[in-house]
């Protein structure tokens, strides 16, 4: 094993994974937002809204991220639309991660019970009012959890952003792995960076979740 | 002549190709006790939710105090109507639906606090004075998970009680709990027939409308079949219908 | 805006062939991804601690790490170790080993939910403990299983479009020959997309209908 090439590699793949880092807080960021405004709409009272919304998240998960990413930015400056790879990835992972989150959230939201609303409603609180104090602290710990499963999902389909030249973890692992002949080595680094980012934002998530959980003597 | 507490006219209300209320007209005074009776589907439950709105009436309209409940709003403006008028009217539900997230006191103060306009300290002694009164001033700290059902449906009408509400509403409250909470939860509302809150209550115990309630009202099929004093409708019901379904219930 | 279909219907002929090697691939890595993932969630379940034990460090890093960075491994990794195999073997079998791991998660759930008497009911036939297994629990095992492992062949298929970049025939790498010649890559993509929104939603369909099917089965 070349103990030099390990080095030089460990080092080299540290700055792709910042690249890493930033385009997955950029994509998530934007992802938690527009999941957010996907499930305020889902609940609209128009359903031209709501079938919208719906027809939007359904294509979102029925067509490939990377023909989304290509549709983005290869076809983007044809109807005028000219972003940058790292725009362009920001652009397509926030928003196709979150049509996944909104049917997490939306999950989260169905799972408390209707009584809880006819309760609230019945004591004479408002729709929002009602979302506000009674639904979501009931499930604000079950929607974290679903946005850290899919925070995870981003992280890993960040490395399509390769495809576009964007010098990621993955376009540099597999750009060493070519010119070194030691794929194994330069993989193990690579998967290592990932999955310490994995673990970062792992933890940061069930911090958040401990945070919003009901008390123990509020559970069944 | 006294404005009635309640009143439905020609009440409908249809669920796809089911109509459940076939219009149904209905007047409760101020301090009056109603029980409505009949077999399950006869639209009683469907009745007590088109009060509060709970569920939206297809026709017909719904009187409290003199304000139309179902006003012909828009949006906004009928949602802000809606909800304040609920707070004069409030209903215990059958599977108690307390905020399990929130203590027993959290609650009960949470509606006059947020909406009445109550301090804490208001609100604390409101809520304190009714736990004393159903019996659980002990529980105040606790979750509604560490509740028994008798105890949960207790604070349910606390809670319920903590908004002064003009009405009660209550459907089929003692049919989610075992056999041997149920006097408990009887007590409580016996308590509060004798203070002569206005209450309409659905249920399927005979026994107990027949001795809290002062009006009886017998529905099936979404109609009004019979109305009168218990004693009266008990024992002398002049509908067949009436008749088979009091024979099934009072047979036992 | 500057956009013109027209240009597609000529290349008709070379998406259908793609469409045809993503249907291919999704087949094979599919049923790989299953007879691979039952046997990793029997290991799992019934072999011995330090077998378990090891096959933990590979699912670790195949749920920890991108397919694609995955599917680079495989494609230079085997080949350094002097394998010479197809890039199509290779892709296939990438996605399919990653989509095996996902499987046998929930299809290890779903063998342990099979109720003690079931086995014990096997047993007392005077099944053994392998005729048991084969015949009472794994059958319904795999019938729980299904919804869960349909979702995952959808996603699957999805993925598979990634074989492309180490240069497997399949649609997106087709639509990339027609762009390279017509130089209009959104009228191609939004087909590509178009195409795979459909068969994703004729796939759906089949999981939901076998799903149905199997539903008095569970």
Partial sequence: ?220 | MMTPMVELKGLRKVFGRLEVLRGIDMSVDKGQILSLIGPSGSGKSTLLRSVNLLETPTGGEVWLDGTRVNADLKGLAYERHVNGLRREMQMVFQQFNLFPHLTVMQNLTIGPMKLLGLSKAEAEARGEELLCKVGLAEKALAYPARLSGGQKQRVAIARALAMRPKVMLFDEVTSALDPELVDEVNAVMKDLAAEHITMLIVTHEMRFAAEVTDWAVFMDEGMVVEEGPPDRLFSDPEHPRTRSFLRKHLGA | MNLDFSVVPPFAGALAIGALWTILITALAGAISLIVGIGLALARIYAPGWIRALLAVPVFIILGTPLLLQLFLVYYGLSQLGLRLPAFFTGVVGLGLHYAVYNADILRAAILSVEQGQYEAGRALGFGRGATLRHFVLPQALYRALPQIGNNILVLLKDSVLVSAIGIMELVLSAQLAISRTFRPFEFYISVAAIFYLINLALEWALARITRRTEAMR
């Fill in chain 1, 1 to 220: 094993m070349d103990l030099d090439l390990i080095m030089r590699t460990t080092q080299f793949l540290g700055e792709a994974a910042l690249m890493t880092l930033a385009l997955t807080a950029g994509s998530l960021v934007l992802g938690i937002l527009a999941a957010g405004a996907i499930v305020v709409a889902r609940l609209s009272r128009w359903t031209a809204v709501r079938a919208l919304v719906a027809a939007y998240v359904s294509v979102m998960r029925g067509t490939p991220l990377l023909v989304q990413l290509f549709v983005l930015y290869f076809g983007g400056p044809q109807i005028g639309l000219t972003l940058s790879p790292f725009a362009a990835g920001v652009v397509t992972f926030g928003l196709n991660i979150a049509a996944y989150m909104s049917e997490g959230l939306r999950g989260a939201i169905l799972s408390v019970d209707k009584g809880q609303t006819e309760a609230a409603r019945t004591l004479g609180f408002g729709r929002l009012a009602t979302m506000f104090h009674f639904i979501l602290p009931q499930c604000a710990a079950l929607m974290i959890r679903s946005l850290g499963v899919n925070a995870v999902i981003l992280i890993k389909g960040t490395a399509l952003i390769s495809t576009i030249g964007v010098v990621d973890l993955t376009y540099s692992a597999q750009r060493i792995m070519t010119s070194s002949s030691q794929p194994f080595e330069v993989f193990g680094i690579a998967a290592a960076y990932y999955m310490l980012i994995v673990f970062g934002l792992t933890r940061i998530m069930r911090l958040a979740e401990r945070r919003f959980a009901l008390p123990d003597e509020a559970r069944a």
